[in-house]
């Protein structure tokens, strides 16, 4: 409560006639404030001006608080290959395939061979072991009684990609020669298609490119601690993410790899806390760990080669997502798991 206040109610107060409530009036109390708040004024005009204390700490000024940035690179090959089919798919395109054979029109045998040639004679044939005009459904007939009958059974391997090729490759490579009354079969070298799985797969030869062609690898390297990551460096001056990324994969797998940085705005980061803080005197900054922002790349062509390389590393390998889980910190693979593709 102010000065001026305790007045106005003191003087109000005195206004009170004895033995009565009555009070004074609205125009006498309005003038009993105003000569209350002058010489409140006066008052403090009297007092001075306020008096300011300079008061000086001499602290020392402590480091501010920061992280280390670093960029790393998610560099990755993508599936050669299409994916393996299931078992339901692969029964499901071959009952496809089977009532394709229901729903179209007979095969008119003479319109493509002339009766009594020698493709006439190889066609009969082949008709006669197989039923049908198509060469990698197996045996069936799709206009006799039995034409319903076109699901796969359990346990057949007529829908295994491997036994397709397998007849596709016989019904070209035999075939009979001659006219009706001398028949003489002949055998031609066909090309077969290259195998699924490469050397590389057989060998576990996990730093070739030419392995696991239906999954997506990702370069892994090792440190010189022994740990699996992915590469990473920190920033060089005012540098941006982009440019430090190209930099990065020259010094630390060469330059014989033709790559591609995806954008310029990373696609993950992770975090690193040092278990005591990390004064860096150059920059007045107290550093309490790493932030590694990860950039996507992809190699067109060569291969990594850590000869000569800046970062000290060790190793590198080229590994799908679930090989990554199994090599690098449970830690960090939770930090990087969702920027990896599932195949």
Known sequence: ?????????????????????????????????RRTASSTATAALELGPPVHYNLSVNAAVSPRLAYQIKAGVVLSRPPLLTRDLTPFEKAYFFYQRRLNERLALPFTRYFYYQKGTPADVDWKRKIRERQTPARDIGVYNAYSKESWNDELLVGAQESEPDHQVEALVRDA???????????????????KPLPRVTEADKNGNLKSLKRALTRTLYLVVQGAEGRWTFPCAGLVGRESLHAAAERLLVQAAGVNMNTWIVGN???????????????????????????????????????????????????????????IQKEVHPQYFNAVRNMLVER
């Open 1 to 33: 409560m102010s000065r001026g206040t305790r007045e106005a109610r003191r003087a109000v107060s005195f206004t009170r006639l004895p033995f009565t409530n009555q009070i004074v009036c609205k125009s006498c109390l309005a003038a009993i404030n």
């Open 173 to 191: 490579e035999i075939r009979q020669t001659g006219n009706e009354g001398e028949q003489t079969v002949r055998r031609d070298k066909v090309e």
């Open 265 to 323: 705005a990373p696609v993950g980061h992770h975090n690193t806390n040092y278990p005591q803080p990390v004064i860096n005197e150059e920059k007045k900054v107290e550093q309490l760990g790493e932030k590694t922002f990860f950039m996507k790349a992809r190699i067109m062509a060569g291969q990594a080669n850590l000869k000569d390389n800046k970062l000290g590393l060790a190793d590198f390998r080229w590994l799908a997502k679930e090989e």
